[in-house]
């Protein structure tokens, strides 16, 4: 039975503050039908912090497979045998016809996605090449790229990039279940590094891997303490040939408490729905209920995104007539 305190989480919201780490938890422990009050509280801090804007992304497939990390979940390790694409560094025309292509969405930034632990300086400059063309324009670029160092961040930056996405993918105590190739104290130091090189951090994980509801919020104190700009929310999608094939999704409404999670212990935090929407079937417009504030649209890395002309109705049907950079619906 569910001992969520009402009471505390309106007062959090309205003041527009982070829940105690008890409430956090019984947000993720919360009856079903406790779940509507949750949704106006995380509706209501969400609002404090962002009133009704909401931002959307979209991203390009950079760099492919072949991955020297052996990351659980990740259709492009090299440890797996799966059916995702291999292929090198595409060149700045590709980069550019892709980010010219998602400006037609309603998005307001753009990612450039590659495999791999991190990047040689000439795959750097083909993405810096593509940066360069296209300076001034309303769809922000970022980049997630791996474990670059001090110099390789500043370039980014130095070139128009406004946001490195590096996820620390989950709670610290239960990463090494998920990875052994590298720490997470190197995840840690890359987006303290990308912080001190003048860019906005967007980093979060995917939940669903095994963890337990304490290291879900661990891994929700995790961001908090490092006052991330922005949290993409993935939920796992269990691939063919890697180590969590066999592993169940997560339920709609366990995913709805996740992210209402998330918002309550992370307020000022900008909070992106990724991959796994699909888990949500008829509820995926409860997220913004939850206290998201975006979303990804168009192609995803390894699994397909939702049909775009679905999600420009979703915006539509919401009524999201305030969502930043919202083009009009074609």
């Known amino acids: 039975m569910s001992h969520l305190n009402i009471g505390h989480l309106r007062h959090a919201a309205e003041l527009g503050i982070a829940v105690p780490r008890e409430t956090a938890l019984d947000i993720l422990r919360c009856d079903a039908d406790e779940i509507p009050e949750v949704l106006a509280c995380a509706t209501l801090l969400r609002k404090h912090h962002f009133g009704n804007r909401f931002r959307f992304c979209s991203i390009v497939n950079a760099k492919s497979g072949a991955c020297s990390e052996d990351c659980a979940f990740c259709a492009q390790s090299g440890h797996h045998h799966t059916a995702a694409d291999v292929f090198g560094m595409i060149g700045p ?3 550019v016809a892709a980010y010219e292509e998602a400006s037609d969405l309603p998005v307001s930034h753009f990612g450039v996605v590659t495999s791999g632990k991190m990047l040689r300086d000439d795959d ?34 130095e070139a128009g ?7 620390l993918e989950c709670a610290e105590s239960y990463f090494p279940n998920i990875c052994s190739t590298h720490s997470y104290a190197q995840r840690i130091d890359t987006i303290r590094a990308a912080r001190q090189s003048g860019l906005e951090i967007c980093s979060g994980g995917i939940l669903g891997l095994g963890e337990s509801l304490e290291q879900r919020l661990e891994f929700a104190g995790i961001l908090a303490r490092e006052a991330v700009n922005s949290i993409p929310l993935n939920f796992l999608v269990p691939i063919p040939g890697t180590r969590v094939e066999s592993r169940i999704p997560m339920k709609a409404l366990d995913i709805i408490r996740t992210i209402a999670m998330f918002r309550m212990t992370n307020p000022q935090a900008e909070i992106k729905v990724c991959a796994g929407r699909l888990h949500l079937r008829d509820l995926q417009s409860m997220i913004f209920y939850a206290g998201a504030t975006g979303m990804m649209m168009g192609p995803m890395l390894t699994i397909a995104g939702r049909d775009v002309c679905r999600d420009r109705q979703l915006i539509e049907d919401l009524e999201m007539s305030d969502a930043e950079f919202y083009c009009e619906r074609v």
């Open 93 to 95: 025309d590709r980069i």
């Open 124 to 157: 750097i400059d083909s993405i810096i090449s593509a940066v360069k063309r296209k300076p001034d324009s309303r769809v922000l670029w970022c980049a997630s790229l791996g474990c670059l160092d001090r110099r390789q961040l500043l370039r980014l930056k």
């Open 161 to 167: 990039v406004r946001r490195f996405h590096h996820n």
